[in-house]
């Protein structure tokens, strides 16, 4: 079997009718960020089950516009924390938190790229609104004062939970937990690719700080000892508000462009307060100390994602050169030349293959096609050689934690996956 027909394969082995998980067993229900890259993959050969994906993942948004982490279609013990200990009222069952905004990406990608573009245009229109509700959620909710960045909550927000970035704002959350831990990755996945145990009991903490609160999103802000802009999420933020508007200027109205115009801009200079000229790229903010944290990640290419940050391409790219020259394959998921490295430790080394995409894109649009080309065939030489992987290990390019991984599998698709 080629590694298109497998990564094809792996989806359909993940589509548990209408929404994938990201893996069996490791990730049984159906998380954010994960479906928006996952519909992407879908649309390379099934634009129908690409968009079902999205009205899944829509099935979990409240009404407020927040769209949850994770949504709880169908039950199963293989995961912890389970919605019991999330304590939401929604059908269906979901976390408490969200995830990096990237649907509005994946939609305008879906609706540009469709070849039933009657079916496009039909699904584009009917979750617009829906976009539009969630892209106010997050201004409304997270950036209340309008300064420009939405805060982020929780390690699991950002997507990259256990990232060096995060040590700084995490140790002032008290490791105490009301809820039990009652771990199940460790059981399935080698101990050392995963979060450390103390970081789980801080990550338990604040999920249990935030059901005390009733996930309400003032008290949330203003309880929570963890409380960063994340340049990633802001980054990607950034990205969506623009594809957003491009969905706006065919199915919205002239003042609902004028409002992510306006949010667009907000954003793009509040972005600039996240560059750190010394280590040639950005990073994210504490917002509780308003000191920008020290340790460079992968994160910090992401605002050419956005478009944003042209100027500063040439320096992100001798940047990430130099990450080249101490780790074999791009792009590590910290700094290779920091001292808390960890190579094969979840975000604190590893490269995850959907980071690689976005950055890839920002290179590209910048005009930096010798870094994206780079990118993209360490990419596809870590998959082709180590498997459908959860993530790689970025000197040996080993494959590690999960296999048969979605979302993987979609960005080889979106990269490999042209003919059958
Ligand atoms: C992990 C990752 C997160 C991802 C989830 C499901 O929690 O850190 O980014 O969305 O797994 O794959």
Known sequence: MSMAEQARATLRANDRGGYSVPTARLYPFQWNWDSAFVAMGW???DEDRAWQEIHWLLKGQW???????????????DYFPGPAVWGVMHAPPTSGITQPPVLAAAVRHLWDH????????ANAASVYPSL??????WQAARDPQRHGLVATLHPWETGMDNSPAWDGPLARVPTETVSPIRRRDTMLVD???RPRGEEYQRFIHLVDLF??????????LSVSPFRVADVGTNAILLRAEKDLLALARRFGSVPQQAEIETRIERISAALERLWQEEAGLYVSLDLVTHALCPVG???????LFAWHGQARAARLAATLAAWGGRATRLVPSADPGFAGFEPKRYWRGPVWAVVNWMIA?????????????????????????????EYFEPISGEGIGGADFSWTAAIYLMWCGGGS
């Open 132 to 137: 539009l509700c969630n892209h106010r959620w």
């Open 114 to 121: 469709a070849r039933d573009r009657a079916a496009a245009e």
């Open 211 to 220: 059901r005390d609160a009733g996930w309400e999103p003032a008290r949330m």
């Open 43 to 45: 649309a390379t050969f």
């Open 297 to 303: 990640t992968s994160a910090g290419f992401l605002p």
């Open 63 to 77: 009404d407020d516009g927040m769209i949850p982490h994770i949504v709880f279609h169908a039950p199963s013990d």
């Open 191 to 193: 101990a050392a690719m």
């Open 361 to 389: 894109d920002g290179f590209a649009t910048v005009g930096n096609a010798g870094t994206a080309s780079r990118i993209r065939t360490d990419t596809i030489a870590l998959i082709e050689t180590a498997g459908l992987s």
